[in-house]
């Protein structure tokens, strides 16, 4: 398959004379295990050795662990006498015997196996291995007497796999000239359309090369677009710490300007504040949007953009923008090249206190909260004494939170509640609970459906040795039938249980109850957020884990069964605090509704007519399919998805569309800004998965589903 290293070996590097070699898509994709990129190369004289330089500019990060393979073009034969002189990122210097003189040969330089399992897709890149005669290797002499083949394009398999523009690598030599010819400067600005996403960190693009660093940006847009647009940032002398963003408006006609790498509205509705830093020598990609006025008159406009990195000088961007006279739908949003969904990700809908059907307003009296068929009653402390499930009681005595010491249990002297929010939609309790030993403060937050979020912390007067601090949630026995999570698998509860925590599960929550009654509990730390496999990113919530020797139990005492979640035993110093964060969701959440018995679902894409027939009345499309190819994002063909919902419409039909938020689609247009924001979105982990992927993304993130259309098409 190819090569040892020769003792002849020079420096291989691209000159000048080899810039413009095409980049193109083949007409039609060759088999995918020989890669998704090829060189095309012409041999005009018959030789038994030609060389062909390759000046490729390849990302991956260690090509000389990739095998090459020569195929003569007409025969569709592989070449099996092949040699690697030299191979490097920028450059590759490859022996072949040709057969067919004159006439083509494909140089093939990422061949890869593949094991297309949907939820665990692999790809394994071939490894040099040598395939040639010994007799021909040793008839090779002079590397730079050998006849020369000419290089005639660089192809990708598909128009989804091609590198270029904005993954072609400058070479090293390139890079130093663009430096030294900005020696002045203390960081470079790359200004850039939107249809040339920044996809590199670690290089430069060709493209920035021959372009240059500029300080102006010109751009085409509608009136009313939410418009987008991304700078590119190149420190050259040191790191930078931070950049601060400025925006002069001068003539530009828009109501909002913002960088989403340096702020935003998190998922909570919460404001984001976030430092941009920049390593010397990488590049680091500044995305922004601003919202035309739709009254706006067509023409031409003017806007200042002020980089100001920390410690560093402020550079100028001039920004113009023309305005045709159209006036564009959804400020863009039908036509996802423009990427003006971005704004999306500031959005607060779904963050307030509307109330959704079949849900009702809270009401309050005294300390007990009513909701949808259930009622929270809160003692002094912030915690439950009382919570029912229509009639059904479900607590055996009120929850607490205890902290015992080698003399017993320590009880609080006195405890006070205020109300310190009340809505139609969430309840808000703050309660301060003190003793000798410590000052704890509760936050009970309940919402509309039943859900009860709990933040708690203690805060000590004193040193002194804690034997445990533990939660008790003590439910009556015949509430507790059922019991699912925390490693338990769903069933009948066990008598006993316990359960520790581990950083490679995310299991930290648990359900115990019945039909008509029951509580769910989850433990966490003082950050809002959503760990779907495992806890490694955001770590075990440090207090309740108290370096292992924390965890939960569940065991009966008499006609009570506990959920009990420890801490362990700790010496706690004067002044320090403890989180103790946890929620609860009170079940049923609504009433059963008597139709659910004649709901029938259709899992697949089928035609209409095929689900009537069936007898069910609600389909569930999923991701693969021609109306919703792509996975969590229905936005690619959404003519033909309105065109079947509307038929099914017609036919007394519901359709439902599979559109989660766990995975993310490499076919999202927005998907290299969201990769920007570095893990607000994306997931860190160790790469793989599809080759797209792993050619593309190359590391920083967590592969997840795959879907193969065929053998040009994988939503990964």
């Given at each position: 398959?190819?090569?040892?290293?020769?003792?002849?070996?020079?420096?291989?590097?691209?000159?000048?004379?080899?810039?413009?070699i095409p980049f193109g898509v083949a007409d039609s994709a060759w088999k995918s295990e020989l890669g998704n990129h090829r060189v095309r190369i012409y041999v005009p004289e018959k030789s038994d050795a030609v060389l062909a330089e390759i000046c490729w500019r390849r990302r991956d990060p260690k090509p000389e662990n990739k095998a090459i393979m020569v195929f003569d073009a007409l025969t569709g034969e592989q070449i099996n006498n092949v040699f690697v002189s030299e191979i490097n990122r920028e450059l590759g210097k490859i022996i072949f015997q040709p057969k067919t003189v004159p006439g083509e040969y494909y140089v093939y330089y990422m061949p890869y196996r593949a094991n297309p399992l949907p939820w665990a897709y692999v790809t394994e890149y071939l490894i040099p291995q040598s395939t040639a005669d010994q007799t021909w290797l040793d008839s090779i002499s002079n590397i730079d007497n050998?006849?020369?083949?000419?290089?005639?394009?660089?192809?990708?398999?598909?128009?989804?796999?091609?590198?270029?523009?904005?993954?072609?690598?400058?070479?090293?030599?390139?890079?130093?000239?663009?430096?030294?010819?900005?020696?002045?400067?203390?960081?470079?600005?790359?200004?850039?359309?939107?249809?040339?996403?920044?996809?590199?960190?670690?290089?430069?693009?060709?493209?920035?090369?021959?372009?240059?660093?500029?300080?102006?940006?010109?751009?085409?847009?509608?009136?009313?677009?939410?418009?987008?647009?991304?700078?590119?940032?190149?420190?050259?002398?040191?790191?930078?710490?931070?950049?601060?963003?400025?925006?002069?408006?001068?003539?530009?006609?828009?109501?909002?300007?913002?960088?989403?790498?340096?702020?935003?509205?998190?998922?909570?509705?919460?404001?984001?504040?976030?430092?941009?830093?920049?390593?010397?020598?990488?590049?680091?990609?500044?995305?922004?949007?601003?919202?035309?006025?739709?009254?706006?008159?067509?023409?031409?406009?003017?806007?200042?953009?002020?980089?100001?990195?920390?410690?560093?000088?402020?550079?100028?961007?001039?920004?113009?923008?023309?305005?045709?006279?159209?006036?564009?739908?959804?400020?863009?949003?039908?036509?996802?090249?423009?990427?003006?969904?971005?704004?999306?990700?500031?959005?607060?809908?779904?963050?307030?206190?509307?109330?959704?059907?079949?849900?009702?307003?809270?009401?309050?009296?005294?300390?007990?909260?009513?909701?949808?068929?259930?009622?929270?009653?809160?003692?002094?402390?912030?915690?439950?004494?009382?919570?029912?499930?229509?009639?059904?009681?479900?607590?055996?005595?009120?929850?607490?939170?205890?902290?015992?010491?080698?003399?017993?249990?320590?009880?609080?002297?006195?405890?006070?509640?205020?109300?310190?929010?009340?809505?139609?939609?969430?309840?808000?309790?703050?309660?301060?609970?003190?003793?000798?030993?410590?000052?704890?403060?509760?936050?009970?937050?309940?919402?509309?459906?039943?859900?009860?979020?709990?933040?708690?912390?203690?805060?000590?007067?004193?040193?002194?040795?804690?034997?445990?601090?533990?939660?008790?949630?003590?439910?009556?026995?015949?509430?507790?039938?059922?019991?699912?999570?925390?490693?338990?698998?769903?069933?009948?509860?066990?008598?006993?249980?316990?359960?520790?925590?581990?950083?490679?599960?995310?299991?930290?929550?648990?359900?115990?109850?019945?039909?008509?009654?029951?509580?769910?509990?989850?433990?966490?730390?003082?950050?809002?957020?959503?760990?779907?496999?495992?806890?490694?990113?955001?770590?075990?919530?440090?207090?309740?884990?108290?370096?292992?020797?924390?965890?939960?139990?569940?065991?009966?005492?008499?006609?009570?069964?506990?959920?009990?979640?420890?801490?362990?035993?700790?010496?706690?110093?004067?002044?320090?605090?403890?989180?103790?964060?946890?929620?609860?969701?009170?079940?049923?959440?609504?009433?059963?509704?008597?139709?659910?018995?004649?709901?029938?679902?259709?899992?697949?894409?089928?035609?209409?007519?095929?689900?009537?027939?069936?007898?069910?009345?609600?389909?569930?499309?999923?991701?693969?399919?021609?109306?919703?190819?792509?996975?969590?994002?229905?936005?690619?063909?959404?003519?033909?998805?309105?065109?079947?919902?509307?038929?099914?419409?017609?036919?007394?039909?519901?359709?439902?569309?599979?559109?989660?938020?766990?995975?993310?689609?490499?076919?999202?247009?927005?998907?290299?800004?969201?990769?920007?924001?570095?893990?607000?979105?994306?997931?860190?982990?160790?790469?793989?998965?599809?080759?797209?992927?792993?050619?593309?993304?190359?590391?920083?993130?967590?592969?997840?589903?795959?879907?193969?259309?065929?053998?040009?098409?994988?939503?990964?």
């Open positions: 398959m190819n090569y040892m290293i020769h003792t002849f070996i020079s420096l291989a590097i691209c000159i000048s004379s080899e810039l413009d050998l006849p020369k083949a000419k290089i005639l394009e660089i192809q990708a398999r598909t128009e989804f796999d091609r590198f270029d523009p904005m993954e072609i690598i400058a070479t090293e030599e390139e890079v130093k000239s663009l430096i030294e010819s900005n020696k002045d400067q203390s960081y470079l600005l790359f200004p850039e359309d939107r249809k040339y996403p920044i996809r590199m960190t670690d290089d430069l693009p060709l493209r920035w090369i021959r372009s240059g660093a500029k300080n102006e940006f010109f751009g085409e847009a509608q009136r009313g677009e939410f418009f987008v647009f991304q700078v590119g940032v190149y420190p050259i002398k040191s790191n930078i710490e931070d950049i601060d963003i400025d925006f002069d408006r001068l003539t530009m006609p828009i109501s909002d300007f913002r960088c989403f790498n340096k702020g935003g509205i998190d998922w909570l509705g919460r404001p984001i504040h976030k430092t941009i830093s920049i390593e010397a020598g990488k590049v680091g990609a500044l995305w922004f949007g601003m919202q035309i006025l739709e009254d706006a008159e067509p023409g031409e406009y003017h806007g200042k953009l002020i980089i100001k990195p920390k410690n560093l000088p402020e550079t100028s961007v001039k920004i113009s923008l023309k305005l045709d006279e159209k006036i564009i739908e959804d400020h863009g949003d039908n036509e996802l090249w423009r990427l003006a969904r971005l704004r999306w990700l500031d959005s607060k809908i779904g963050l307030d206190d509307e109330i959704t059907k079949p849900y009702i307003p809270l009401k309050i009296n005294d300390k007990e909260v009513e909701c949808l068929g259930r009622a929270v009653k809160f003692a002094d402390n912030g915690l439950p004494e009382s919570i029912k499930s229509g009639s059904n009681e479900i607590l055996a005595k009120p929850i607490s939170i205890n902290i015992k010491t080698e003399n017993g249990l320590i009880s609080s002297d006195n405890s006070n509640i205020t109300l310190s929010k009340r809505s139609n939609g969430t309840i808000i309790w703050d309660s301060v609970s003190e003793n000798e030993y410590f000052t704890i403060n509760c936050q009970s937050k309940m919402e509309f459906d039943g859900f009860i979020n709990f933040r708690i912390s203690i805060k000590s007067k004193k040193n002194l040795d804690v034997k445990d601090i533990y939660l008790d949630i003590p439910i009556k026995r015949e509430v507790a039938v059922y019991m699912m999570g925390m490693g338990c698998k769903g069933g009948y509860r066990p008598k006993d249980w316990k359960w520790v925590w581990d950083e490679n599960l995310a299991n930290n929550s648990i359900w115990i109850g019945d039909v008509n009654a029951g509580i769910y509990c989850k433990l966490k730390g003082t950050e809002d957020i959503w760990e779907l496999y495992r806890l490694k990113s955001d770590g075990i919530p440090k207090d309740w884990h108290n370096g292992g020797k924390g965890g939960c139990r569940v065991f009966e005492d008499n006609d009570v069964v506990v959920v009990q979640a420890y801490t362990g035993e700790r010496n706690i110093k004067d002044g320090e605090k403890l989180d103790l964060c946890f929620s609860l969701i009170i079940t049923p959440l609504k009433p059963l509704d008597a139709s659910h018995w004649n709901q029938r679902y259709y899992h697949a894409y089928v035609p209409i007519d095929t689900v009537k027939q069936s007898g069910a009345n609600i389909i569930n499309i999923h991701h693969g399919n021609e109306i919703n190819p792509n996975i969590n994002y229905p936005f690619v063909v959404p003519e033909k998805m309105a065109e079947y919902i509307k038929e099914a419409h017609e036919k007394d039909i519901k359709v439902k569309i599979y559109y989660t938020i766990r995975e993310l689609s490499n076919y999202t247009a927005e998907i290299w800004a969201l990769r920007s924001l570095g893990y607000e979105i994306f997931i860190d982990g160790g790469g793989g998965g599809h080759s797209w992927l792993c050619e593309h993304l190359v590391s920083h993130y967590t592969p997840a589903w795959h879907h193969v259309f065929s053998d040009t098409e994988v939503d990964a």
